[in-house]
C-alpha cells in the first residue's frame, strides 16, 4: 500500500499568488516526521520543511508552512507569494520512527508550474 | 559549509558493463543513504550506512549493485553488470545521526544504460 500520496501530478499558480500541495501519507506508528523537499531541474533535491508527529504547531519556514492534519493524515505544503523560481519539483517524505534503521519514503510528487 | 558531493554527474554506458558511483557527505555527518530515483518517481532507498556499517539494504538488488563506505566518511555504490533498467539519478544523501535529522542530497548522478 502506498505510505505517500501526492494526489496531483501537476500545478499551475499565478506569481504572487499562495498554493497548496496535498500530501496524505499512511503510518501505525506514533512516533514520525515529515519532510518536503523541493527538486528543481537541475536534480538536486532540497530540503524545505519538517513536521514531528508530535509537534502540536505547523512547521513555517519563510514562505513554506506545512498544514499538518494529523487524523486526516494529511501534511500539506502551502507556498505563500509564489515565484517563478519556485516552479519544481516538490516531495512529501516520511520518516516512521526516530531511531536508526527507518527508512524515508517519498511520494511520486507534485510538479508546480509558475506563470508570470 | 560545503554540501554533499557526487561525482560523476553524467555517466553513459552499455548493458551488462560496469559503473561506479562516488559521494563524499558534509563533513560530520554519520549517516549516508543512496537513492535510485527512476524518471518521473520519487527518490527510492537503495543502502544507509550508520558510519561505516550497513544500517538497512532491504531494497538494494544484491546480485548486481554493491556499495561500501569503508572509513565512515565517502562512500562508493557500484553496478555490475548494468540492465536497461538501471537508468535513473543516482542521489546521495547525508545526515548528522539516523533519526529524524533532516537528509541533505547531493547534486545526483544520471546514469543512461544503453
Known amino acids: 500500500a502506498q505510505k505517500i500520496t501526492q494526489t496531483q501530478p501537476g500545478m499551475f499558480v499565478q506569481e504572487k499568488e499562495a498554493v497548496t500541495l496535498d500530501c496524505t501519507y499512511d503510518?501505525?506508528?506514533?512516533?514520525?516526521?515529515l519532510f518536503w523537499y523541493k527538486q528543481p531541474s537541475s536534480g538536486e533535491m532540497i530540503f524545505l520543511i519538517y513536521?514531528?508527529?508530535?509537534?502540536?504547531q505547523n512547521a513555517t519556514e519563510g514562505r513554506y508552512s506545512l498544514n499538518f492534519q494529523k487524523a486526516r493524515k494529511s501534511a500539506n505544503l502551502v507556498i505563500s507569494a509564489s515565484q517563478l523560481g519556485d516552479s519544481a519539483m516538490y516531495f512529501c517524505a516520511m520518516r516512521e520512527g526516530f531511531t536508526v534503521g527507518f527508512k524515508t519514503i517519498f511520494g511520486a510528487g507534485t510538479r508546480l508550474f509558475v506563470k508570470a | 559549509e560545503a554540501g554533499v558531493a557526487q561525482s560523476p554527474r553524467y555517466k553513459i554506458i552499455e548493458k551488462r558493463q560496469s559503473v561506479a558511483f562516488w559521494c563524499n557527505p558534509i563533513?560530520?555527518?554519520?549517516?549516508l543513504y543512496w537513492y535510485q530515483q527512476i524518471l518521473g518517481q520519487g527518490p527510492k532507498l537503495l543502502i544507509q550506512f550508520q558510519n561505516n556499517g550497513v544500517v538497512d539494504d532491504s531494497q538494494l538488488p544484491k546480485d548486481r549493485f554493491s556499495a561500501e563506505r569503508l572509513k565512515g566518511v565517502d562512500s562508493t555504490l557500484k553496478i555490475q553488470p548494468a540492465k536497461l533498467e538501471d537508468s535513473a539519478v543516482y542521489l546521495c544523501?547525508?545526515?548528522?545521526?539516523?533519526?529524524?535529522?533532516?537528509?541533505?542530497f547531493g547534486p545526483g548522478t544520471r546514469l543512461l544504460v544503453l
Open positions: 513536521q514531528g508527529s508530535y509537534d502540536e
Open positions: 503510518t501505525s506508528d506514533q512516533s514520525y516526521g
Open positions: 563533513s560530520g555527518h554519520a549517516t
Open positions: 544523501a547525508s545526515s548528522l545521526s539516523g533519526d529524524q535529522e533532516t537528509q541533505y
